[in-house]
């Protein structure tokens, strides 16, 4: 099977900070298939895939794909870029770049914060709405969003700020490439920090 845990890998990177189903990484009607969710499985063991399932605003709301992320940045550049020109991470406004660096933001997230809880998850609002990552450590929980973007804009907490409202939360984070900020609306605390604070996330919201 050592094509299919290649296949598996390569379909991880490729779709890192989109929904990951078994469909990606062979179809559905290929040999082979029915083996796909036990090499996924298995990839989980290893600590070679971080498994993040994506929860809904009320429990019972269980079924919908779980994003996955490679748990070696080095790998999922060698995976996603390969063969592609290099790129600038400070040409942020255009489209690939944006794109590719939203994505390596969000895997090298999703390794630090694994690395400081039990668990991740996403968070699905409504069918065009979600928030990239939800924490729990002890009785606080934090909603992280990720935007490739060199600075802050209200804007792009727009989904935290309503899960913050919905829940009553008094924190919620936005992960970018700007500088550390703290912005105060209605009442909620939201962090601007840049992804190199992402091992210090809890401990800054903890201490507010």
């Given at each position: 099977?050592?094509n299919?845990?290649?296949?598996?890998?390569?379909?991880?990177?490729?779709n890192v900070?989109?929904p990951?189903?078994?469909?990606?990484?062979?179809?559905?009607d290929?040999p082979?298939?029915?083996?796909?969710?036990?090499?996924?499985?298995?990839?989980?063991?290893?600590?070679l895939i971080?498994?993040?399932?994506?929860l809904?605003?009320?429990?019972?709301?269980?079924?919908?794909?779980p994003k996955r992320?490679?748990?070696?940045?080095?790998?999922?550049?060698?995976?996603?870029f390969?063969?592609?020109?290099?790129f600038?991470?400070?040409?942020?406004s255009?489209?690939f770049?944006?794109?590719?660096v939203?994505?390596?933001?969000?895997n090298?997230?999703?390794?630090?914060l694994?690395?400081?809880?039990?668990e991740i998850v996403?968070i699905k609002?409504?069918?065009?709405?979600?928030?990239d990552f939800?924490?729990?450590?002890?009785n606080l929980f934090?909603?992280?969003e990720?935007k490739?973007?060199n600075?802050?804009?209200?804007q792009?907490?727009f989904?935290?700020?309503?899960?913050c409202?919905?829940f009553g939360?008094k924190?919620?984070?936005?992960?970018?490439?700007?500088?550390?900020a703290?912005i105060?609306?209605?009442?909620i605390?939201?962090?601007s920090?840049?992804?190199?604070?992402?091992?210090e996330i809890?401990?800054?919201?903890?201490?507010?």
């Amino acid at each position: 099977n050592t094509n299919l845990f290649g296949r598996a890998l390569s379909a991880v990177a490729a779709n890192v900070g989109s929904p990951s189903k078994n469909s990606q990484v062979i179809k559905t009607d290929a040999p082979g298939y029915k083996k796909v969710a036990g090499i996924l499985s298995r990839l989980e063991l290893w600590q070679l895939i971080i498994n993040a399932p994506q929860l809904g605003k009320a429990p019972e709301q269980l079924n919908f794909p779980p994003k996955r992320y490679l748990y070696d940045i080095g790998m999922l550049n060698y995976l996603r870029f390969r063969g592609r020109p290099d790129f600038d991470a400070s040409q942020i406004s255009d489209p690939f770049v944006k794109i590719a660096v939203g994505g390596l933001i969000e895997n090298a997230l999703a390794i630090s914060l694994r690395n400081q809880v039990r668990e991740i998850v996403g968070i699905k609002l409504s069918k065009n709405s979600e928030i990239d990552f939800g924490v729990k450590r002890d009785n606080l929980f934090v909603p992280i969003e990720c935007k490739a973007a060199n600075d802050f804009k209200l804007q792009h907490a727009f989904s935290v700020l309503n899960y913050c409202r919905l829940f009553g939360l008094k924190h919620g984070v936005v992960v970018n490439l700007g500088t550390p900020a703290i912005i105060e609306k209605e009442g909620i605390n939201i962090y601007s920090l840049p992804a190199y604070l992402a091992d210090e996330i809890l401990r800054l919201v903890a201490e507010k």
